[in-house]
């Protein structure tokens, strides 16, 4: 039955995704047409190389910022490296058009992989810094490096390859790469690597947590994005037959990154209008030349004006218009049961840490703590406010790297692998605040949380999909498969976090105050979802102050204060510790039999 149904809504989704392919391609086939066909000054095939050489570009801006949230103002500059290869390569050393392409695009994706490197230490406002940086070196080279460069005066007479001689046919060549391109970049979105940017953009420290390596990720959405330029730059030199330094500098770079938010960064259509618009609008408004600087005010507020108005670009307000007359998609049900291989029951050890300590400075917020959690069951970590809960958590998943001790996941010690690597091993977690990726619907949430990797589902895109629904269906959230996670309740939101960590198939769950925050009901649903999950017999380690939750579920407490761990043991004995009572409890707890 599960499978008839799942069948059902591919089959649903497939013919619109086979038209809009369809009618893509027409699109492109009637531009090329017309490129050719339609006789054209010489104005206007400048104009729409231009268009469309940038429009490469800008492709690579909606990869590095749109997908995965890095800024990027260096795109000229790679830009500049694929137009100077085609440009140098083919007067100088006498190259194929082609082989100066490859080459001129590898040694930009060599560089955007080595800008991308630099977001290991760097975020933000220092990674902006570090592109322009790169971005100016890059014009330095091009303008001081005579003998190579031909410095200010540039390259000149730069041939094509024969068959594309003619303009309007070369035109109509870089319209097909452009579509090709932004086809590309269009799925890349629901690939696993486009998810995982996506995660990274919107929540890093999740998108570690949930098994992604997130540097890599980001060192290929630069590569990816440099590429993009690389390519974009080749063809604009072939299209001009001359590259000069001012045509790859700081200013273009800013250029670039305007056209992309214009547009809109989510979606390589948005960049597309915002190239188009961005070159056609100071050509509507030449008549204003006459009167010096009127032209520019009108440029700049009209800019100002549709980022202000439109937040997500041109193609972003479009797309909500669009949104409003969308028919509602039936929510499929998967079926089936959720597998967790994670669970069993007994005296085997899960996790052994050993002298656990976190020392920030002078504060020990973790001091040398013990911890045995067997498989099976519920392992509660309780504790006053501060008393080193969360860090204990964010060291056992890596978050923070251990001031001392050993961490010990089925047998293999990770005390010192990243986040990632411990996800892989076996580990997952939820947040005390949480750390959902929130323009992403739940589906794409799970989904991430299932393709981890080594994961089960390995690269089988049904297994993948039923996988993630069966971790929603679990939570009681199929139906809200594909809404955004954003318009969540909070309770809600708890449970997708709950499903994303199942889907990973975890030996051992890490749950930091997952009744934080929740109203009563919603507390009862979690406390249900608590018990399924360890009847499946799922090893869960849990912080919570709700002592009843505690005394219900967990078999096990390990209870912290000042860092240090002050009583451990069956649950029963531990509440009725004197040191826990005084420390932690106030008054003796009301334990039910
Ligand atoms: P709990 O989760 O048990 O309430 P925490 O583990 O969040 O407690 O905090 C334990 C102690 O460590 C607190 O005193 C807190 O202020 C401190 N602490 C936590 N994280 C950091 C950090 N990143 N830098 C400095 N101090 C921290
Ligand atoms: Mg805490």
């Known amino acids: 039955m599960s499978t008839t149904e799942t069948t059902a809504t591919t089959g649903d989704i497939r013919p619109r995704l086979r038209w809009g392919v369809l009618a893509f391609v027409l699109l492109v086939l009637a531009a090329m047409a017309l490129a050719i066909v339609v006789p054209k000054t010489g104005y206007v095939l400048n104009i729409s190389l231009q268009a469309t050489t940038y429009a490469t570009a800008v492709l690579g801006l909606t990869i590095v910022l749109g997908l995965c949230g890095q800024i990027n103002l260096a795109q000229a500059a790679f830009f500049g490296l694929g137009a100077y290869a085609v440009g140098i390569g083919q007067t100088e050393y006498g190259l194929n058009f082609w082989v100066c392409l490859l080459i001129g695009t590898s040694m930009a994706a060599g560089f955007g992989a080595l800008l991308g490197a630099s977001t290991l230490r760097l975020g933000g406002h220092y990674l902006a810094m570090v592109t322009i940086s790169f971005q100016q070196i890059v014009t330095l080279v091009l303008i001081n490096w005579i003998p190579v460069t031909k410095g200010p005066d540039g390259v000149r007479a730069i041939p094509r390859p024969g068959f594309l001689a003619d303009g309007s046919t070369y035109l109509a060549f870089c319209i097909a790469m452009l579509a090709g391109l932004g086809y590309l970049v269009w799925r890349l979105r629901d690939t696993k690597l486009g998810r995982a940017m996506r995660a990274v953009r919107d929540n890093e420290l999740a998108a570690g947590v949930a098994g992604i390596d997130v540097y890599r990720t980001k060192v290929t959405a630069f590569a990816l994005s440099a590429i993009l330029g690389g390519i974009g730059g080749g063809l604009f030199a072939g299209g001009f037959a001359y590259v000069s330094p001012d045509q790859f500098s700081f200013a273009e770079s800013v250029v670039f990154l305007t056209m992309v938010l214009l547009g809109g960064v989510a979606s390589p259509i948005g960049a597309v209008i915002g190239t188009g618009l961005l070159i056609l609008i100071p050509e509507w408004l030449r008549f204003l030349k006459s009167i010096p600087g009127l032209y520019l005010a ?162 089988d895109p049904a297994a993948l999909l039923a996988r993630a629904r069966a971790a929603l269906a679990f939570v009681d959230l199929e139906e809200r498969a594909d809404e955004v996670v954003a318009n969540f309740s909070y309770g809600h939101q708890r449970a997708v976090e709950i499903a994303r960590a199942l889907a990973a198939d975890p030996v051992l769950l890490l749950l930091d105050e997952p009744g934080a925050g929740l109203n009563s009901s919603e507390k009862v649903e979690l406390r249900n979802l608590l018990k399924r999950i360890s009847a499946r017999g799922l090893t869960i380690l849990i912080i919570d102050h709700d002592m009843t939750l505690v005394s219900e579920v967990a078999q096990h407490i390990t209870v912290l204060n000042f860092g240090r761990r002050i009583a451990d043991g069956y649950s029963a004995d531990v509440l009725k510790h004197p040191d826990v009572i005084a420390a932690y409890l106030g008054t003796a707890p009301d334990v039910p039999a």
Not at 434 to 441: E, H, Q, V
């Open 298 to 459: 009108i440029y700049g507020a009209a800019v100002i004006l549709i980022v202000l108005f439109m937040p997500d670009g041109i193609w972003g307000y479009l797309r909500s218009q669009l949104d409003r007359f969308k028919r509602a998609v039936l929510p499929s049900r998967s079926g089936a049961a959720l597998q967790m291989s994670g669970g069993g029951e007994g005296a085997e050890t899960v996790m052994e840490v050993r002298g656990l300590s976190k020392h920030f400075g002078g504060l020990k917020a973790v001091d040398e703590v013990d911890l045995t959690i067997k498989r099976g069951g519920v392992h509660a970590l309780i504790g006053p406010n501060g008393s080193g809960k969360t860090t204990t958590l964010n060291v056992l998943s890596g978050l923070y790297r251990a001031t001392a001790g050993t961490v010990e996941l089925n047998g293999q010690d990770i005390t010192d692998l990243p986040p990632h690597a411990r996800t892989k091993a076996g580990l997952g977690r939820t947040f005390q605040n949480i750390r959902l990726w929130r323009s992403m619907t739940a589906l794409e949430n799970v989904m991430v949380g299932a393709e981890r990797p080594g994961s089960a589902v390995g690269n």
